[in-house]
């Protein structure tokens, strides 16, 4: 399978890879003062102290659940998020996502709630595609970069039972009843180093916050050694990423098989494109090429045309839900597009929901 990168100058820096080596003293220096600067923000964050937000018009507080990570995406958030709503609701909960709009035009322009329908492409260009992607299952969400006042409004809005703060393991100013961790079971603090030297946004040491650890796409069930001494006394959980069916446009849905035998092209604007690339060689598809953008990456109409010219008439293009929705409409109409739909499997997920105030 031919890869082919489109990363942009910016990136290659923070990856390091080939010529761009000889300035990983200067990604060690920023990374450096980055660490410093988290530091000093989550000193100022303590000594401010941590609110609850106040109770919703019935009078009750909603139980604050947080899922993040401490790696610069690749975690598995939003598989996670979902898994834990869809929980929720079949528990008789309520479930109401609040994100921070990554890469949507509202994002730092005040607290958002994207409407419960309308295009997806609509929809991610406005909010980002983490909300795009939770629209299209049926799950409320609410966008505010400042975590706090969005999960109020929330609260306030839909009287939810339960609030799920998307990527906030970093944010402080919010009190949280269950902190949860999501690491990588392969290599949970990928290589030791903060950003842009590596991929850490905090040193491994920050997983002793968490108050509950899931380790993502394991191979089997045990704690890695490199993370024991960060997580001994901690719930610890085990998931992992499954491929549900083909998510195309206009609502279709076609089962895996319907890819056995293809030919396919996959393009991907994510932290971690192989795990993806390598779900979807799974499926029996003949791939002829990969594209990889940066993580959130807004398609325009050229790239998509280079995309389509590199499978033939009868070829599948098949890329992940969130960039689904920002790219589908981009191709001609006959075009056979797919998003490769993915569910979270987590192991002993009772007692995970026991954390979180709910049981059989």
Same mark, same amino acid.
């Given at each position: 399978m ?11 820096? +923070?990856?390091?890879?080939g010529?761009?080596? /000889? ?11 980055y660490g ?12 401010a ?7 919703a018009?019935?009078g009750?507080?909603?139980f ?6 401490i790696?610069?995406?690749? @975690?598995?958030?939003?598989?996670? /998020? ?7 609701s079949?528990? @008789? ?6 994100s ?10 005040g ?5 419960p ?11 980002g595609?983490e909300a795009?992607?939770?629209? +299209?299952?049926g ?16 609260? @306030? ?19 949280k009843?269950?902190?949860?961790l999501?690491?990588?079971?392969e ?7 903060l ?12 997983a002793k916050?968490?108050?509950? /650890? ?24 085990? +998931? ?10 206009g ?16 393009f ?15 499926l029996?598809?003949?791939?002829? +090429? ?8 807004r ?20 890329t ?5 929705a920002?790219a ?5 109409? @006959? ?6 739909a993915?569910?979270?499997?987590i ?6 929901l026991?954390?979180i105030?709910?049981?059989?």
């Open positions: 031919k890869i082919v990168e489109r990363y942009p100058l910016w990136m290659k820096f +923070a990856r390091g890879a010529a761009w080596r /000889v300035l990983f003293p200067l990604r060690l220096l920023l990374a450096g003062l410093a600067g988290a530091w000093a923000a989550g000193r100022a964050a303590a000594a102290g941590r609110r609850f937000m106040p109770p018009a019935s009750k507080r909603p604050v659940v947080s899922i993040g990570n790696a610069a995406g690749g @975690g598995g958030k939003t598989p996670c /998020v979902v898994a834990l709503a869809r929980a929720i079949a528990h @008789g909960g309520t479930a109401v996502v609040v921070r709009g990554y890469g949507g035009a509202m994002e730092g322009r607290t958002c709630v994207p409407g329908a309308g295009a997806a492409a609509g929809i991610a260009r406005l909010f595609d795009a992607s939770y629209v +299209a299952r799950i409320r969400v609410v966008t505010d970069a400042r975590r706090r006042r969005g999960a109020a409004l929330a609260a @306030g809005l839909f009287a939810p039972t339960h609030v799920l703060l998307d990527d906030a393991y970093q944010h402080r100013s919010i009190a009843d269950l902190d949860v999501l690491l990588d079971w290599r949970p603090f990928e290589d030791g180093l950003v842009p030297a590596g991929r850490l946004r905090e040193l491994p040491g920050a916050r968490a108050d509950a /650890v899931i380790f993502t796409r394991v191979r089997e069930e045990r704690v890695p050694e490199e993370a024991k001494r960060y997580v001994g006394g901690k719930p610890v959980f085990f +998931a992992r990423h499954e491929a549900a069916c083909l998510a195309g446009r609502g279709a849905r076609e089962p895996l098989s319907f890819a056995a035998g293809r030919e396919a092209v996959l991907s604007g994510i932290a971690r494109p192989e795990p993806f690339e390598e779900m979807a060689a799974a029996g598809v003949s791939p002829r +090429a990969a594209f990889r953008f940066e993580d959130h990456h398609y325009r109409a050229a790239e998509i045309g280079e995309i389509a010219r590199a499978g033939g008439p009868e070829a599948l293009f098949i992940t839900e969130k960039d689904f920002k589908a409409d981009l191709f001609p109409p @006959g075009a056979q597009v797919y998003a490769l993915i569910e979270m499997r192991s002993d997920a009772d007692r995970l026991a954390l105030g709910l049981g059989a």
